[in-house]
């Protein structure tokens, strides 16, 4: 169960879990802070460009939410202030702590902040790291393709449906793919605008996605019809009890994130 607490910070105010930050601290979000300790492992850009720390009980990700599109030419990193309770950082926060105490497979939040700066903020949130992981792109790329852990991304998706949760974008960078005890264990990452909803359509549309980002990575190679997705498809209908609708256009997914 992940424990919020808030604190204040200078022009802002932050989340966080006590668990695993004990001493909250705007510093704790910078990379600066932790290049100056010797803490700070990698990064990664592209708009939502992370860093990898190594924090005391354990590697984290730091991360800077970033515009794309069409708005990054008006800011790449400000958003429009309409409360503390609307920032991006502050609901992916507690939307990521109520997927886990669902039992879902995402990373633990360690902890959520925003800036003020008159009419808009940035923000910034902190996760605990999946270790020995790759992406569902990678394994995409890689030589053999192995369908059980197809499978087991399909099974995972369908868990997440089944309890009405929206992933704004899925595709194949943000499922990443370990070896469990049990066999391959599945976690979803990146859950910026994510929201829950009532069960519809909007489920295709989320298969879809994800199997155009796995065609583009695979440059073609992996399609609807290629054994992997059919595998996926298959652990997919295996928790749901339906099979899962041949892929499709995208339905409408830009409405706010909301928890119930």
Avoid at 18 to 43: D, I, K, N, Q, Y
Avoid at 91 to 102: D, G, K
Avoid at 219 to 247: I, N
Wanted: charged share 25%.
């Amino acid at each position: 169960m992940t424990d919020e607490r808030h604190a204040a910070i200078p022009q802002g105010a932050m989340l966080y879990d006590p668990a695993r930050l004990e001493t909250p601290s705007a510093a704790v979000f910078t990379r600066e802070h932790w290049a100056a300790a010797g803490r700070l492992r990698e990064m990664q850009g592209g708009r939502g460009s992370v860093a990898f720390v190594q924090a005391p009980a354990g590697e984290w990700v730091l991360r800077h939410y970033r515009r794309g599109g069409l708005a990054a030419r008006i800011s790449t990193d400000r958003y429009l202030w309409l409360g503390a309770d609307r920032t991006r950082s502050f609901r992916e926060w507690r939307l990521l702590a109520e997927l886990r105490r669902r039992d879902l497979p995402v990373p633990a939040p360690v902890a959520a902040r925003f800036v003020r700066s008159g009419p808009t903020y940035r923000a910034d949130l902190i996760t605990e790291r999946i270790p020995a992981a790759c992406t569902l792109a990678e394994e995409a790329r890689a030589p053999a393709l192995h369908p059980e852990r197809w499978h087991a991304v399909g099974r995972t998706i369908a868990r997440f449906h089944a309890h009405g949760v929206c992933h704004a974008d899925l595709n194949a960078h943000n499922i990443l793919l370990a070896d469990g005890g049990a066999g391959p264990a599945v976690y979803v990452l990146d859950f910026d605008r994510g929201r829950f909803r009532a069960r519809g359509p909007w489920e295709q549309a989320v298969l879809a996605r994800l199997c155009r980002s796995v065609e583009k990575v695979t440059a073609g190679r992996l399609r609807a019809d290629s054994a992997p997705w059919q595998a996926l498809l298959e652990g997919y209908a295996a928790v749901t009890g339906a099979a899962a609708p041949p892929p499709r256009g995208d339905s409408n997914q830009d409405n706010p994130p909301s928890i119930p």
